[in-house]
């Protein structure tokens, strides 16, 4: 079964910073591989989205690279502002099931 | 913009009450999903359906049932509700990977309903 790991569970940094968030994925055969952000007591609204095909995608200030063979995809985030306080999540959907497997997310602090 | 709409922000149920989550998206997707999220233990999927009348099984379907009757509109029913059902119940809806519309297309989610069952 496809497990999603999030690393860290938790950051905090000041206004400004560059920053990396990580998700690794157990079973390389993925359609694609989505990056959700969601603040408290909302739903969750998807950021990024990059197919199995793609290296990366950019959004913004956001840039999220996928390497299947490595079973890792980051999420980065420029000169992080307070707005950007939320947690992160990370999605893969297998090629031969119709169903996403989520990470527990990471819960970013940016302190103005 | 894709909506998928959930009927209540948030309810409060008693125990044994027959409970009603409802979910609508207006993008004529295929798949359709209930998820609860609860602290400590991510987003777990109870039941999703790839069509009408058809469901599967999600992770933790146990004390939960769906119907599909409409491709737009997806129910989650709590047959008799228990305080271990309260919880953020999340709905979402895509395309089918597989299909031609599918496999660049994100799934989207409604704003959750947060349900207390005392």
């Known amino acids: 079964k496809q497990e999603v790991t999030q690393i860290p569970a938790a950051l905090s940094v000041p206004e400004g910073e560059n920053l990396v968030l990580n998700c690794s994925f157990t079973?390389?055969?993925?359609?694609?591989l989505q990056w959700f952000r969601q603040d408290p007591g909302k739903g969750l609204t998807s950021l990024l989205l990059i197919q199995s095909s793609q290296r990366e995608q950019t959004s913004g200030r956001l840039n999220a690279s996928l390497d299947k063979s490595s079973g890792r995809s980051t999420l980065y985030i420029a000169a992080s502002q307070p707005g950007d306080s939320a947690t992160y999540l990370c999605a893969v959907i297998e090629r031969n099931f119709n169903k996403f497997y989520f990470g527990s997310g990471t819960k970013l602090n940016v302190k103005p | 913009d894709v909506k998928v709409t959930q009927s209540s922000r948030y309810l409060v149920k008693r125990t044994g009450e027959k409970v009603f989550l409802e979910c609508v998206q207006d993008?004529?997707?295929?798949?359709m999903f209930w998820y609860r999220q609860d602290p400590g233990l991510g987003l777990r999927l109870i039941y999703f359906?790839?069509?009408?009348?058809?469901?599967e099984k999600g992770d933790i379907p146990e004390g939960y049932s769906v119907s599909r009757e409409k491709k737009e509109r997806f129910s989650l029913i709590l047959e008799s509700a228990s305080t271990n059902q309260t919880s953020m119940y999340l709905c979402?809806?895509?395309?089918?990977?597989?299909?031609?519309?599918?496999?660049?297309?994100?799934?989207?989610f409604g704003d959750g309903t947060r349900l207390s069952i005392l």
């Open positions: 993008m004529d997707h295929e798949n």
């Open positions: 979402a809806s895509s395309f089918l990977p597989s299909s031609v519309r599918g496999g660049n297309q994100p799934q989207h």
């Open positions: 079973d390389s055969a993925i359609y694609n």
């Open positions: 359906s790839y069509d009408v009348k058809m469901k």
